[in-house]
């Protein structure tokens, strides 16, 4: 079945829709024709529906995701057939000065939609998005999803905590639920510019001096912000089959890139060769992460399209043509 057949007149609910991520998949969901309804806590002055021109394109409600009158009242009277909760409390340094706020968002902002979607019992796709830091440290690289969730660190446990808490409820009320696991995303329209790739190409168009928070040594799994998109649309394509409901899913490249080496990549590709200031400050972060993709290779049949040479390329790219935007 073509994409475009599947998505049409949907009516699909996104939490996070203001987010990098949830940004893009709005996007394509708008482009695939589904009614999209999203809910905005604060309405920012720059946020990702501004960034792909959305919001006169999805339904917007105001609100909080911890309302559970309101999340209740959205998937009845929208008559949502589809929920991708990607609303999060996403920066690790935020998390480790405010644990509540980000315990808060995360855990019990997923526990109110799983709790409404009990309720009513008439929703057969919901994706939760869980993260490749609930798995926390790891003796064995890379990770697989048979391994324990070991996420210590405020913004790796409330990860881990929403992940467990998103399995619970589809095996003990039986809810079409999937989770998703997926390696740190990049791509153009990323307007948190305490991540290293927006913030390295930021620095470089502008002038700016480059720095390095971390020693440069950490390595870490980057996925390509289409292939991210590409991998909630195939998971909630194939949530009717018994083998998806309930379980997690590890998405990303399957190849653990250092910082330096990516900073590297960034710098070669601009052409502006500068040379970045080393810092090593970052705190409470694992120090070497990736993770095995056989599961949805298997399962899904999935594999990401990007290599990271190819995403860098068009990430630069999307930044120099629209650096007035971030």
């Known amino acids: 079945m073509e994409r475009i ?3 049409k007149n949907k009516n699909v609910f996104i939490t996070g829709a203001d987010g990098f991520i949830g940004g ?5 969901l708008v482009e695939l024709k589904s009614n999209v309804y999203v809910i905005v806590r604060d309405l920012k002055t720059k946020n990702a529906l501004d960034i792909h021109d959305l919001k006169n394109k999805v339904t917007i409600i105001q ?3 911890t309302d559970f009158q309101l999340i209740k009242r959205i998937l009845n009277e929208y008559k949502i057939d589809t929920i991708f909760h990607l609303a999060a409390q996403a920066l690790v340094e935020i998390a480790n000065k405010s644990p509540l706020s980000t315990f808060e968002s995360n855990i019990k902002g997923t526990w109110t939609i799983l709790e409404a979607t009990r309720e009513l019992r008439n929703i057969p796709r ?18 697989t999803e ?3 969730l070991n996420g210590l660190y405020p913004y790796d446990a409330s990860k881990a905590c929403a992940d467990i808490i998103s399995r619970s ?3 003990s009320y039986n809810l079409p639920i ?5 390696a740190n995303t990049y791509g153009g329209g990323d307007l948190n510019k305490k991540r290293i790739i927006p913030d390295t190409i930021i620095s470089i168009l502008k002038g700016d001096d480059l720095i390095i928070r971390s020693d440069g040594t950490p390595e870490r799994d980057y996925m390509y912000i289409k292939d991210a998109v590409d991998c909630y649309l195939t998971l909630a394509e194939n949530l009717d089959k018994e083998e998806i409901k309930g379980n997690a899913f590890n998405f990303g490249t399957q190849t653990p890139v250092s910082v330096m080496d990516v900073v590297k990549e960034i710098i070669n590709i601009s052409g502006i060769y500068i040379k970045p200031r080393i810092e090593g400050k970052a705190t409470n972060e694992i120090d070497r992460q990736y993770l095995c993709i056989e599961k949805v290779k298997k399962l899904l049949k999935w594999e990401p399209k990007y290599s990271l040479k190819q995403g860098l390329k068009e990430t630069y790219e999307w930044y120099k043509e629209n650096l007035e935007k971030v």
């Open 24 to 28: 893009w998949l709005t996007k394509y």
């Open 5 to 7: 057949n599947f998505w």
């Open 146 to 148: 048979d391994q324990k």
């Open 178 to 182: 999937a989770v998703t696991r997926n």
């Open 63 to 65: 609100g909080d995701i």
């Open 169 to 171: 409820y589809s095996k």
């Open 126 to 143: 919901i994706i939760v998005a869980s993260s490749d830091k609930a798995y926390g440290e790891q003796k064995n690289l890379p990770y």
